[in-house]
């Protein structure tokens, strides 16, 4: 029963476990004037196994002592069973150092090493002695995977110490057999033997009848103790067996923490806390806290650490980057891509922020369309305004209906309501006037109802076309 067990545990094992060389290497002979030295640097626990989670790079340390190399030498994560490159990265200007390869694609059970390469040829290579490498889904499971080959580890030795107790049972049977053989000879020789010759061959016979017997007892005695050994084992496997379950159970319910509270099948959960107390569809969240406080909001995307963080019944919205929409709580149908992206906003609905900390500061403003870095970054309940273009509308708090294309475009401007502004920091000195039309010229503060045109000293002549009653020069 035990060595069953066993198999069944092993082959478990075996599915998540890839094999990695660890030990210094030998300069290759394909470049006998190079000496490189490679060192493996991750840890090795008691088991003789590298357990790291899937993601994790292999960590390799480099040493360049003598002969031609270069800073486009490569440092390789090669497969042993078709030679393919699984991760490699330059070794760079120094000689010396550490570099990280990535064991993403190492998807499949395999056998790796780390090649140093030089000029397209092979120069050093780990050796293959099968150093376990075992690739988990996270940290939890490397400590499943640490627990699993400790308690392998033991059931090894326990197997090891009773192979050795029954080998030695078994020699001792082996004589008792020859022992035996010698006595029926001997019944056989005092059939035939002189009648003076039985009283020795009887004396013989019963020495070794006697001796015969002290060896069962002392058989008997070890068949009880290999009896010992093997309850012991049965005890271990059953105690192994209840680990298993009870890791099962823990991983299950890693698993489970996601989607905790969800109750529509229409969902979408990926990272901590995400979604757990939802009730509403056709959402989903991926990033930790992401949709975190959702109850009976639907339709919403968000991506990103506290991705829509507080929304509770918003319906429509995404959100795209770290902080974006945050704060939402019921504003809906809006769009936020970008870092801190309407991170403020509360209430406001149908709202488009392209850019990092574009519409930031909105919280109940509606209707606004933001597309560069701060684009109306401190705007707060200012509605149908346009900005385009890094810092437009930067300062903008409660002015409506702007329209401001070009970086720092109305820049300054707070309350001002329905100004136009095209071309790099058109309308930059505005800050509170109304019904301007600025086109590449700073305008005045404060001033409403203006046209300009043109930049002072850089533009020296106008030619307008269509004007009633003028005929324009040139």
Do not use: W
């Not at 319910?253 to 969902?267: E, M, P, R, V």
């Not at 300054?412 to 790099?424: F, S, V």
Request: glycine letters at 12%; a negative charge.
């Amino acid at each position: 029963m035990r060595p069953r067990t066993r198999n069944l545990f092993m082959s478990s094992l075996v599915m998540v476990i890839i094999t990695l060389a660890v030990f210094s290497a030998i300069p290759a002979t394909a470049q006998a004037q190079t000496t490189v030295t490679l060192l493996v640097l991750n840890p090795v626990d008691a088991a003789g196994n590298i357990v790291i989670s899937k993601g994790t790079s292999v960590e390799v340390d480099f040493d360049v002592t003598e002969g031609p190399s270069s800073k486009n030498d490569e440092l390789q994560l090669i497969r042993v069973d078709d030679n393919s490159v699984v991760s490699k990265k330059k070794r760079g200007t120094s000689t010396t150092g550490t570099v990280n390869l990535h064991t993403n694609a190492a998807n499949a059970i395999a056998t790796l090493r780390v090649d140093y390469v030089h000029a397209g040829a092979l120069v050093a290579s780990t050796p293959t002695a099968p150093i376990q490498l075992i690739v988990v889904a996270d940290d939890g499971s490397v400590v499943l995977a640490e627990q699993i080959a400790d308690l392998s580890e033991q059931l090894n030795l326990i197997d090891i110490a009773q192979l050795a107790q029954i080998s030695v049972n078994t020699a001792k049977g082996a004589t008792n057999m020859d022992d035996i053989a010698t006595n029926a000879e001997n019944i056989a020789d005092f059939q035939v033997a002189p009648l003076g010759t039985l009283p020795a061959d009887v004396a013989a016979n019963t020495t070794n009848i006697g001796n015969n017997t002290t060896a069962i007892g002392t058989n008997a005695g070890n068949i009880a103790t290999n009896a010992s050994f093997i309850a012991s084992n049965d005890g271990d496997i059953l105690a192994l067996q209840g680990d298993v379950s009870t890791n099962a159970g823990n991983i299950a319910d890693l698993q489970g923490d996601a989607l905790t509270g969800i109750t529509s099948s229409t969902n979408t959960a990926l990272g901590v806390n995400t979604l757990t107390v939802n009730t509403g569809g056709g959402n989903t969240a991926i990033g930790v806290n992401a949709l975190a406080a959702n109850t009976t909001g639907s339709g919403n995307t968000a991506i990103g650490a506290v991705a829509l963080l507080v929304a509770t019944t918003a319906n429509g919205n995404t959100a795209v980057g770290t902080r974006a929409l945050e704060f939402n709580t019921s504003g809906f149908l809006n769009t936020a891509v970008g870092s801190s992206a309407l991170a403020e906003n509360t209430t406001g609905g149908r709202n488009a922020a392209v850019g990092p900390s574009a519409l930031q500061f909105n919280t109940t403003g509606s209707k606004n369309t933001a597309m560069g870095e701060k684009a109306l970054g401190t705007n707060t309940i200012g509605v149908e305004n346009t900005a385009m273009g890094t810092s437009t509308l930067s300062k903008n708090t409660t002015g409506a209906g702007n329209t401001a294309i070009g970086i720092n475009a109305l820049g300054r401007n707070t309350t001002g309501t329905a100004n136009l502004a095209l071309g790099t920091e058109a309308g930059s000195l505005q800050t509170t006037g109304d019904f301007n039309i600025y086109l590449v010229n700073k305008g005045v503060a404060g001033e409403s109802g203006a046209i300009r045109i043109g930049a002072f000293g850089t533009h020296t002549s106008a030619h307008i076309q269509g004007i009633s009653g003028v005929t324009p020069a040139g």
